[in-house]
């Protein structure tokens, strides 16, 4: 069923929907849908399933092809849809609904009304589905108030479900069935049919059994049996089914608990020793939640079990003041504390539950509002179109109530005017015969006076009219007022054909008047304006997408003063400002020039300068600062603009940015600078390496191996500097570069832990020289020498302020701690001491060498010690 279904566009889709997706065949389903609606006109036109060619745009060739038919430049919807579809008046106010339905779509209804009207319309939709029946609403529609009534099946698509077994507090009422209702008479029960064994369960669970209640996870209230009432009872103001709201004094917080478990768990959840306020003294209770066997529905359903444990104690029993009761009642306070943190947490999880439902809310929310806002983005548009037709509509219905106001008081002189006017006119009756024309109308139809009395559809006219007699019977039907231009056949004049219908004095329908207005000579001259429009609006267009895409700011002032000039999409990102979808955009006439670190003043502004003395700005360099700050270089120059006489009617300047130019200059001269430091550095570092080595080296090809070694890992380390243009280089490449000589792919002896770690480039050198020292003594005595060796490197901040690097060699042979310290030790010691003020730990184990390095860090702002922005500088 559709409720509110307007001209049955929604009809039909939902039943172009049901038979896509329907088994074929003999499995195929009988489909009805009951549309309704409160418009008998909307209904007509639904009823009729004549559509305008316009819906091809918005459906797939397919369905067209299945469901539609081609009739006169219109769609129809196929004999099978209408079949299926029955249209009817329907108000759900007054009127009874249809029962056993298993879809209600009710979309964009329920938000014209208001709460309390809402609140009676969704039961009387629970009332007419079948059970797990399907309502389908709009997208700012919803029946949060009726959870009980329905579960949400796609809460972003508005389905929800008939919940099973869930009956409304009362049945609907109707104003026009509520007058006549009588209180039906009680059912008898058919107990006749019940077995023995029926009689006796039911009268053992109504007397013998516990008190129990059915709820969902939500905690409404969905079935309950007798005696429920020492342990629940109604809640103060409106009635709430919420079983948490109804839980007696002392209940609510272990029920809550029970529940949860049961829901996570989806096993029996239990509490014991439950003591709660009832009939002026207290009870102590055990609770068992046990969830249901699903029954297809779509939420899950919990019973809950109350049994009592010993009888109602009062309030104010004598307490026993002895050692064990005071024992028997810290034992009970610790248990009753273990059970309040228990409780605790678990309404914590449920708080963080609820947060994140509501942040998805929130959510669903934010993109409601975005699409409201477009909708009024959309809005606005067509109201300003609208007013724009309006003021065009009250011109001519200006003029229309002047010609008819002239023509009431002229009616005695109706026959002199037909005869003097050069309007040609046809007055016809209600079966489309001639009644009278003007002389004029001989033009166009072959008439002469006996054919007064025939069908017009018997004469010939001398113009294109296959939609003439169409025309005719739609104003007859409609009562509308037909308008279309006509081009004669042999003269080639144009007209204007107007068909309305005739009115009498007493405004009764009887006939049709068609009149023909000649227009040739607007319509020639609309012909030449069209012509030069489109050849002007093109040459406009083009010359405006040409400034739009050139990488050149243009500015134009075309005005006296040059108070607002135009610029192109380049022009106005150039300047800072923020570029619209228009291809010339006004700007300030003012530019925000400087140069030499001088402002520009107005006198000197290339547009103004250039109106004002009619000459040409010769191109200059000069800097534009912009409104957040930044800057950038261009090179400005402006001509002037002159008119038919010669005048300067306005001024054209072009910024080129030139920012790429002066930043390679700068990078240019920063890098020459830069290698020159370097070289000095790298000599200043082989040098004194040399002399270290020569002291420590015994003999000279001990000094010349060495060396040449050296010198390859510091070149590998400034090769991978050199990628980084010398700036922050990442640690863990540079781990790799200083192991390349001595990694193996296939045995993977290099294992490398450790989060992206940037570098400056002084640390970075230090860094690799140590690497290689480390490298180096690992390949020759240590994990490196051997196949099955591996060396672990791994790195992290292990305090806010140093970043601490583990050398681990394991698989080598066995390692024992040298009697005195060699070059490489050495090495390392002072390069992590004295370059990089850090600390050096190393440890000679027997299943290989450890080393512990730890280099201070440089103090940052918090927002600069991200993972990804670590950085280590001398």
């Known amino acids: 069923?559709?409720?509110?279904?307007?001209?049955?566009?929604?009809?039909?889709?939902?039943?172009?929907?049901?038979?896509?997706?329907?088994?074929?065949?003999?499995?195929?389903?009988?489909?009805?849908?009951?549309?309704?609606?409160?418009?008998?006109?909307?209904?007509?036109?639904?009823?009729?399933?004549?559509?305008?060619?316009?819906?091809?745009?918005?459906?797939?060739?397919?369905?067209?092809?299945?469901?539609?038919?081609?009739?006169?430049?219109?769609?129809?919807?196929?004999?099978?849809?209408?079949?299926?579809?029955?249209?009817?008046?329907?108000?759900l106010l007054r009127d009874p609904p249809f029962s056993k339905l298993d879809l209600i779509a009710c979309r964009n209804l329920l938000i014209y009304m208001g709460p309390e009207l809402q609140e009676k319309i969704v039961p009387i939709f629970h009332y007419a589905l079948r059970n797990s029946g399907y309502l389908f609403l709009g997208s700012s529609e919803n029946v949060t108030r009726h959870a009980r009534l329905f579960s949400t099946v796609d809460k972003a698509s508005r389905i929800f479900q008939k919940r099973s077994g869930v009956t409304a507090q009362r049945l609907p009422e109707f104003p026009l069935a509520a007058a006549g209702r009588q209180a039906a008479p009680p059912l008898r029960q058919r107990t006749s049919a019940a077995t023995l064994q029926d009689v006796a369960e039911r009268l053992l669970v109504d007397r013998y059994s516990p008190a129990y209640v059915v709820i969902n996870a939500a905690g409404e209230l969905v079935h309950s049996s007798g005696g429920t009432g020492k342990y629940l009872e109604l809640a103060a103001g409106a009635p709430d089914h919420n079983v948490f709201s109804m839980a007696r004094r002392g209940l609510r917080m272990d029920l809550r608990a029970a529940l949860h478990k049961a829901v996570s768990t989806g096993q029996v959840a239990i509490q014991n020793k439950i003591s709660i306020g009832t009939n002026g003294g207290r009870q102590t209770i055990s609770l068992a939640v046990q969830p249901l066997p699903p029954d297809g529905s779509a939420d899950p359903l919990y019973m809950l079990v109350f049994r009592d444990i010993g009888g109602i104690k009062p309030e104010n029993e004598p307490v026993h003041t002895t050692d064990d009761v005071e024992s028997a009642n810290v034992s009970q306070l610790e248990k009753e504390l273990r059970e309040t943190r228990e409780r605790l947490q678990i309404t914590t999880e449920e708080l963080e539950s609820s947060n994140e439902e509501l942040k998805s809310s929130n959510e669903e929310l934010s993109s409601i509002n975005e699409e409201l806002q477009s909708s009024n983005e959309e809005l606005e548009t067509s109201k300003e179109e609208l007013q724009s037709i309006n003021e065009e509509l009250q011109t001519v219905n200006a003029e229309l109530n002047i010609r008819v106001d002239e023509l009431s008081r002229a009616n005695n002189d109706m026959a002199n005017l037909l005869e003097s006017t050069q309007i040609a006119t046809v007055f016809l009756d209600r079966e489309l015969c001639v009644k009278s024309f003007t002389p004029t109308a001989r033009e166009l139809f072959r008439l002469v006076e006996s054919d007064v009395g025939r069908p017009l559809a018997h004469v010939r006219p001398r113009f294109a009219a296959d939609g003439l007699h169409a025309d005719l019977e739609q104003v007859l039907r409609r009562l509308g007022t037909v308008e279309r231009q006509?081009?004669?056949?042999?003269?080639?004049?144009?007209?204007?054909?107007?068909?309305?219908?005739?009115?009498?004095?007493?405004?009764?329908?009887?006939?049709?008047?068609?009149?023909?207005?000649?227009?040739?000579?607007?319509?020639?001259?609309?012909?030449?304006?069209?012509?030069?429009?489109?050849?002007?609006?093109?040459?406009?267009?083009?010359?405006?997408?040409?400034?739009?895409?050139?990488?050149?700011?243009?500015?134009?002032?075309?005005?006296?003063?040059?108070?607002?000039?135009?610029?192109?999409?380049?022009?106005?990102?150039?300047?800072?400002?923020?570029?619209?979808?228009?291809?010339?955009?006004?700007?300030?006439?003012?530019?925000?020039?400087?140069v030499n670190g001088t402002a520009v003043s107005t006198d000197?502004?290339?547009?103004?300068?250039?109106?004002?003395?009619?000459?040409?700005?010769?191109?200059?360099?000069?800097?534009?600062?912009?409104?957040?700050?930044s800057s950038v270089d261009v090179m400005i120059s402006a001509n002037p603009l002159f008119d038919e006489p010669g005048k300067v009617r306005g001024a054209i300047a072009t910024l080129v940015d030139i920012s790429g130019h002066k930043d390679a200059e700068r990078s240019q001269a920063r890098l020459l600078h830069e290698l020159?430091?370097?070289?000095?550095?790298?000599?200043?570092?082989?040098?004194?390496?040399?002399s270290r080595m020569i002291r420590s080296s015994s003999s000279m090809g001990e000094f010349s191996t060495s060396f040449h070694e050296r010198l390859h890992a510091m070149a590998r380390t400034h090769e991978v500097l050199s990628s980084y243009n010398w700036g922050e280089a990442d640690l863990e490449q540079l781990i790799r570069a200083t192991f390349s000589p001595y990694g193996n792919a296939e045995r993977q002896n290099l294992v490398v832990h450790g989060r992206p770690f940037q570098l400056d480039a002084a640390t970075?050198?230090?860094?690799?020289?140590?690497?290689?020292?480390?490298?180096?003594?690992?390949?020759?005595?240590?994990?490196?020498?051997?196949?099955?060796?591996?060396?672990?490197?791994?790195?992290?901040?292990?305090?806010?302020?140093?970043l601490s690097i583990i050398w681990k060699e394991t698989g080598g042979p066995t390692v024992e701690e040298p009697s005195r310290r060699n070059f490489g030790t050495t090495f390392i010691q002072q390069s992590l001491e004295y370059e990089l003020g850090g600390t050096v730990e190393l440890n000679f184990r027997p299943s290989g060498v450890e080393c512990l390095l730890e280099v201070p860090l440089p103090q940052m702002e918090s927002s600069d010690l991200l993972p990804s922005d670590w950085a280590v500088s001398k």
């Open 1 to 91: 069923m559709g409720s509110g279904c307007a001209t049955g566009e929604e009809a039909y889709s939902i039943a172009m929907l049901l038979k896509e997706n329907a088994p074929r065949g003999a499995a195929s389903p009988n489909l009805q849908i009951f549309a309704t609606d409160i418009d008998e006109r909307a209904l007509e036109v639904a009823r009729a399933g004549r559509y305008p060619a316009t819906i091809a745009t918005d459906m797939t060739p397919k369905r067209l092809k299945e469901f539609f038919s081609r009739e006169d430049g219109t769609y129809r919807v196929s004999a099978e849809l209408r079949e299926m579809c029955l249209f009817s008046a329907h108000n």
């Open 764 to 802: 970075a050198a230090t860094l690799g020289m140590v690497f290689f020292e480390l490298a180096s003594n690992a390949a020759k005595y240590g994990a490196l020498s051997v196949d099955t060796g591996r060396v672990e490197v791994s790195w992290d901040v292990v305090k806010p302020d140093t």
């Open 676 to 690: 020159q430091h370097r070289v000095k550095n790298i000599l200043a570092t082989i040098t004194a390496l040399a």
């Open 604 to 629: 000197d502004q290339p547009l103004l300068k250039t109106m004002r003395t009619a000459k040409a700005v010769p191109a200059y360099e000069a800097r534009i600062v912009r409104e957040d700050g």
């Open 486 to 594: 006509v081009e004669g056949v042999d003269n080639g004049l144009h007209y204007i054909m107007r068909v309305m219908p005739y009115r009498t004095v007493d405004n009764v329908i009887a006939g049709v008047v068609v009149t023909f207005g000649d227009v040739t000579q607007i319509a020639r001259a609309e012909e030449k304006i069209s012509a030069l429009s489109h050849d002007l609006r093109y040459r406009v267009e083009a010359l405006e997408t040409l400034l739009d895409i050139v990488p050149v700011g243009i500015f134009i002032a075309e005005d006296g003063d040059g108070e607002e000039i135009r610029a192109n999409r380049r022009a106005v990102e150039l300047v800072g400002r923020r570029a619209t979808g228009d291809k010339l955009i006004p700007v300030p006439a003012i530019l925000p020039l400087t």
